[in-house]
């Protein structure tokens, strides 16, 4: 089932709770989600946030088993996002085993009332969009995600923004000039990173304990502005 709904319409609570045979919003980018709103829509596979939300509420796509991507459109006001709101309940016994999340983040001011893990598992891919300048200190520390691409117009990595994750190659982007500490740290599958010769500051420990680090890589190469 397709549901049209129009840009920037809010949802309500438990609105659409269980609905199995929904399986698209179609092309709208809501506005404001409520608590339990899409809960157990075990079918549908995408949803957008547009521009005009300020509020996920908590379990909002919770056991969306078959969310594969999450768009939040660009907006200059801060998005909050609930507790497990694209999350499941871990237990693949239960319900069956959640696909893997693509997370295409344009939205900067994001607030997360969880380790964004909870929020966002599995989360595997993230693309930093062209709306995005700095990446927040510790913003996916911890995550399990495997793929990670940057946007072209960031500036600044804060510290221990991607530490610990499990990404294997990075690529700096030439508008990045900063690199905090620990940004990178701990990220044990990262064996291949490129840069650039216009980074300005790397921070301490941006790249230790990582496969590079340990001498198992593919490199650290210098690209020319």
């Known amino acids: 089932m397709m549901l049209y709904l ?9 609105a659409f709770h269980g609905c199995t045979s929904l399986r698209t919003l179609g092309n709208a980018a809501l506005g ?24 996920i ?3 909002a796509f919770f056991d969306c088993l078959n969310m594969g991507s999450i768009v939040l ?22 319900y069956g085993a959640a696909k893997n999340k693509t997370l295409y983040w344009n939205r900067q001011s994001l607030s ?8 966002f598992n599995p989360l595997s891919t993230v693309i930093i969009g062209e709306s995005i300048l700095e990446v927040p200190e510790s913003m996916f520390s911890g995550s399990g995600m495997t793929s990670l691409t940057i946007g072209s117009k960031v500036k600044k990595i804060n510290n221990m923004a991607f530490k610990g994750t499990k990404i294997s190659t990075v690529k700096i982007p030439s508008s990045c ?3 905090g500490k620990r940004a990178f740290n701990s990220c044990s ?12 500051f790397i921070g301490d420990q941006a790249f230790t304990a990582t496969m590079w680090w340990w001498g198992y890589s593919n490199g650290f190469r210098i690209l020319n502005n």
């Open 177 to 179: 000039t900063y690199i």
């Open 189 to 200: 599958y990262l064996e291949s990173i490129t840069a650039h010769d216009g980074i300005t």
């Open 73 to 94: 459109n660009p907006a200059s006001s801060t998005l909050s996002i609930g507790e497990a709101a694209f999350s499941w309940n871990g237990n693949p016994d239960v």
């Open 112 to 119: 997360f009332s969880d380790h964004i893990d909870n929020i």
């Open 57 to 59: 509420g908590s379990h």
């Open 6 to 14: 129009k840009d920037g319409m809010n949802v309500g609570g438990n």
């Open 32 to 55: 404001n989600v409520g608590n339990y709103a899409f809960n157990y829509c075990i079918n549908l596979s995408s949803v957008t946030i547009g521009d005009s939300a300020t509020k």
